[in-house]
C-alpha cells in the first residue's frame, strides 16, 4: 500500500531524515516509534504530501506523491497530533465542512456524518459547538474528520495525547474496528502499551534514520536483551548512586532511585548485581525481573525513553 | 507591585517590533496631520493655486491679462481649450475654469459685463472661494480700472455735454486717479459683477460634506474589518487547520481564493449597510444609481480586501499583521481624505493621494452622489477600473507571498 524509498529531508544544516525506507501493506497496523526530533513527524508529513522529500520517492496506492499528490490525498485520512477543528462550529458543521473538501456528495456524507457521529457516541451532542467538547470529545471529532472519505489509509500523529480514560478507551475501539475492516493504519505514538496493542508492525527511527522494523516478536528475538532486572533501594545517597555506576558494567540505568539492569542472562548477573549493591553501600528493597517489552527494546536501540 | 511593573516593562522593551511601533505610528501620525493642516511650518511657503485657463477672444489684450494673471505669485495659469477644461472640471481633476469669452478686449473698453466667466464644481465650494477671493481682486488691479473709467467717464459726458474741456479734462484725470487708487486697495462696489460664475457641476441634494463622511469613513472602517483575514489566517496556521486544509485535496491557493471570496462578501455586506445606514438616517440619496452603488461597492470591497489577502500573505505574526496595518491604514486613510477632504492638503500629498484605496473609493462615490455621473460615465468607470486593478495587483502580489510565507508549515 505505501513504498517508502531512500527518503532524505534537511533543514538548512539539519538533516531530518537520512535515506529512510519502509513499506507498508495493505490492512497492516504500522506504528512508527521515536524520541522527539527523530523524524516521525517530518516522516508523516512527507507521506500526507505537506512538505516535500529533497530525496527518495514515496507511492501511496500506487500513486507517486510527487507526481500525482491529488490522487495521493484523496487515498489517505490524516488525523494530526493538534486538535485542528473549527471551535465557533458546531461538530456537525465542522465535519460538513471537513468532508465536502473530499468532493463526498452532499446526501451520501450526511449519511457519512451521523454513521461516524454514532460511532465516536457523539450524535446527541452533534449540534454543540465544539468549544463546548471536553479534551476528548474533540479528539473524536478530529479523529471524525479524517474518516469520512473512506480513505484507503489512515495517519494517526499521537491521536491519545492528554484525553480521558473513556475516550481513550473510545478511541481504541474505533481504531480496531477500522483496522478490522481492512484500513491501513499508520501510527505513531509515545505510549509503549498502544504499540503493543495495535501495531502489526513498527518502525523504529532515531536521529532521520530507521535503526529497527519488524514484527513486536521479530524485535523482540532481534534484540541481544531478554530481561530487565529492576532493582528498588530502600534510600539512594547520591555519592552512593556513583559509586554503585562505577562498580557495574553493562546495559543499565539508575533513575529515580531505581536501577535497570538490561540482561540476556538473569541468572549470573542477578548475584553480581547484589554484591556491587552492596559494595556500594545500598540497601535493596526490592527486586524485579521483566521479560523484555519495546520499552526496554526502545531504550536499548536509543539510548532514550519514549517519551524524551 | 514594583517588581511587576519592572517585568512588564522588560516585556515591553523585549518586544522590539511592538517597541518600534509605539513610538513609529504617533510619529508618523503626527507628521501626517501636521503636513496635511500646516505644511511644514513656515507660512510664507504658501503654493500657487492652479487656474484653468480658455482663452476664447484671442486678442492681445486678453493674452496680456493672462500672463498678468500668471505672473502673480498666488496663481499659476494652465491655457487650454474650453472643451478640455470643462472635461477636467466635470472628472474632477480641476476645479474651475475662468473662460475669456469672444469680446472680451471690447467689453472691457465698452464697460460692459459678462465677457469673463467662471465655470466650477459646486463641490469644492471651499476652493472655489478661495480661489474668487483671489482671482476678483487680482483681476480688477489689472483690467478693473480701464473698464470702470471708461464706463464712469462716459456716463459723466453724457450727464454733462455743455461743460468746458479743461474742467472735463481735470475731472477725466480725478476719475482715472480715484479708480487705480481703489484698484490697488483691492476692490470696490461692484468688482464681482466682473465676473460670472456658472457652476458646472451643480450642487445636488446631497451634500458633498455627508458623501465624503460616509465614503471615507466606509473605507477606512473596510480596510480595518479585511485585517481580520490576515488574523484569521494566522489563526488557521496556530490552530493547526491550515496544515489540515492542505493535506486535502484542495489546491493550496483554493485556500487564499476562498479567503478572499468571504473577504469580499463580507466587505460588500460591510458597506452596503453603512451606506443603507446613511440613507436612512443622514437622508444620502443612495437610490437614486444602485447600479452604479453596487458596482462602487464591489470595486472598493475587492481594493480593500486586496489588501487584507496581502497582509495575510505577508505576515507572519499577529503582531506584524496589528502594526503594520494599523501603520498603513492610518496613512492611507490620512492623505487619501478619509480623515479630511484632499483639496485641504498641500500639494504634494494631493498626488500621494492617488496611491491609496481611500482616495480612488471616495472620489468613485463623489462621482455617484454628487457629481450624479451615469453607470457607464468614463470619468467614474476609471474610477472603478482604478480600484479593480489596485485589487488585483494587491490579490496576485499576495498570492505569491501566501506560497512563501504562509504555505512554509515545515
Redesign the interface.
Known amino acids: 500500500m505505501i513504498q517508502v524509498q531512500h527518503l532524505t529531508k534537511s533543514y538548512g544544516s539539519v538533516l531530518a531524515l537520512n535515506d529512510v525506507s519502509f513499506h507498508i501493506r495493505q490492512g497492516e497496523f504500522f506504528g512508527l516509534l521515536g524520541p522527539n526530533g527523530a523524524g516521525k513527524t517530518t516522516t508523516i508529513s512527507i507521506m500526507s504530501t505537506i512538505v516535500a522529500p529533497d530525496k527518495g520517492s514515496v507511492t501511496i496506492a500506487g500513486h507517486d506523491l510527487v507526481k500525482e499528490p491529488t490522487l495521493c490525498k484523496r487515498n489517505i485520512g490524516v488525523v494530526p497530533q493538534e486538535i485542528a477543528l473549527y471551535n465557533e462550529l458546531s461538530a456537525y458543521d465542522n465535519l460538513l465542512f471537513w468532508g465536502s473538501l473530499y468532493g463526498v456528495p452532499s446526501a451520501e456524507l450526511k449519511k457519512r456524518i451521523d454513521t461516524t457521529l454514532d460511532l465516536f457516541g457523539l450524535f446527541d451532542r452533534r449540534n454543540d459547538k465544539v468549544k463546548t467538547y471536553s479534551g476528548g470529545m474533540k479528539r473524536r471529532i478530529n479523529i471524525a474528520s479524517a474518516l469520512l472519505h473512506q480513505p484507503k489509509v489512515l495517519f494517526m500523529d499521537e491521536p491519545t495525547v492528554g484525553i480521558d480514560p473513556q475516550s481513550r478507551n473510545l478511541i481504541f475501539e474505533v481504531v480496531e474496528k477500522l483496522h478490522k475492516q481492512g484500513m491501513t493504519i499508520v501510527y505513531t505514538t509515545h505510549y509503549m502499551e498502544e504499540a503493543e496493542r495495535f501495531c502489526d508492525r513498527i518502525a523504529i527511527i532515531d536521529k532521520g534514520q530507521i535503526i529497527a522494523q519488524g514484527s513486536l516478536e521479530e524485535l523482540k528475538s532481534s534484540s541481544k536483551i531478554k530481561e530487565c532486572i529492576s532493582v528498588t533501594f530502600r534510600e539512594l545517597q547520591q555519592e552512593s548512586s556513583r559509586k554503585l555506576a562505577t562498580l557495574l558494567e553493562g546495559d543499565f540505568n539508575i533513575t529515580d532511585g531505581t536501577l535497570s539492569y538490561n540482561t540476556s542472562n538473569v541468572r549470573s548477573d542477578l548475584s553480581k548485581i547484589i554484591l556491587k549493591c552492596s559494595e556500594a553501600g545500598t540497601e535493596v528493597a526490592h527486586i524485579d525481573i521483566k521479560k523484555v517489552n519495546l520499552e526496554t527494546i526502545f531504550l536499548n536501540l536509543t539510548g532514550k525513553q519514549l517519551r524524551d | 507591585m514594583f517588581k511587576i511593573a519592572f517585568k512588564d516593562l522588560k516585556l515591553f522593551f523585549a518586544d522590539k517590533r511592538g517597541v518600534l511601533l509605539t513610538f513609529l505610528l504617533p510619529i508618523s501620525l503626527i507628521t501626517l496631520f501636521s503636513l496635511a493642516f500646516g505644511g511644514s511650518g513656515s507660512s510664507d511657503e504658501s503654493r500657487p493655486q492652479t487656474l484653468v485657463v480658455t482663452d476664447e477672444d484671442g486678442t492681445d489684450f486678453s493674452q496680456s491679462v493672462i500672463a498678468k494673471l500668471d505672473s502673480l505669485k498666488e496663481i499659476e495659469v494652465r491655457l487650454t481649450t474650453l472643451d478640455t477644461a470643462q472635461r477636467w472640471v466635470k472628472k474632477g481633476n480641476e476645479n474651475a475654469v475662468l473662460i475669456f469669452h469672444k469680446g472680451f478686449k471690447e467689453s472691457v473698453e465698452a464697460g460692459t459685463e459678462g465677457a469673463i466667466e467662471l465655470q466650477y464644481d459646486a463641490a469644492k465650494a471651499m476652493e472655489i472661494g478661495i480661489l474668487q477671493s483671489a482671482l476678483i481682486g487680482n483681476l480688477m488691479s489689472i483690467i478693473g480700472p480701464g473698464s470702470m473709467k471708461t464706463k464712469i467717464v462716459s456716463r459723466f459726458d453724457a450727464q454733462y455735454p455743455d461743460m468746458d474741456s479743461t474742467t472735463r479734462a481735470n475731472i477725466h484725470q480725478q476719475i482715472t486717479e480715484n479708480l487705480s487708487g481703489s484698484a490697488q486697495t483691492g476692490g470696490s462696489d461692484g468688482q464681482g459683477s466682473m465676473i460670472t460664475t456658472t457652476a458646472l457641476v451643480r450642487e445636488k441634494e446631497n451634500s458633498p460634506g455627508l458623501v465624503q463622511a460616509v465614503a471615507g469613513t466606509a473605507i477606512m472602517m473596510l480596510l480595518f474589518s479585511v485585517t481580520g483575514l490576515g488574523a484569521s489566517m494566522l489563526d488557521e496556521k496556530q ?3 491550515l ?8 489546491h493550496p491557493n483554493s485556500i487564499l481564493f476562498g479567503k478572499m471570496i468571504s473577504t469580499n462578501i463580507i466587505s460588500m455586506m460591510q458597506m452596503i449597510v453603512m451606506f443603507l445606514f446613511s440613507g436612512i438616517v443622514f437622508g444620502l440619496d443612495i437610490g437614486h444609481n444602485i447600479p452604479s452603488l453596487l458596482l462602487m461597492v464591489f470595486a472598493t470591497a475587492f481594493a480593500c480586501s486586496g489588501f487584507g489577502v496581502l497582509l495575510a500573505a505577508f505576515a507572519k505574526s499577529r503582531s506584524q499583521v496589528q502594526g503594520v496595518s494599523t501603520l498603513i491604514i492610518l496613512s492611507m486613510s490620512a492623505f487619501g481624505g478619509s480623515m479630511i477632504p484632499v483639496f485641504l492638503m498641500p500639494a504634494w500629498m494631493q498626488q500621494v493621494a492617488v496611491v491609496s484605496v481611500n482616495y480612488w473609493g471616495i472620489q468613485g462615490f463623489y462621482d455617484i452622489y454628487w457629481r450624479m455621473l451615469a453607470f457607464t460615465d468614463p470619468v467614474f468607470l476609471s474610477k472603478v477600473g482604478v480600484l479593480l486593478g489596485m485589487g488585483l495587483v494587491l490579490n496576485l502580489v499576495a498570492l505569491r507571498m501566501f506560497k512563501k510565507n504562509v504555505l512554509d ?2
Open positions: 490552530e493547526g487547520t496544515k489540515k486544509l492542505l493535506y486535502s485535496p484542495l508549515i515545515s
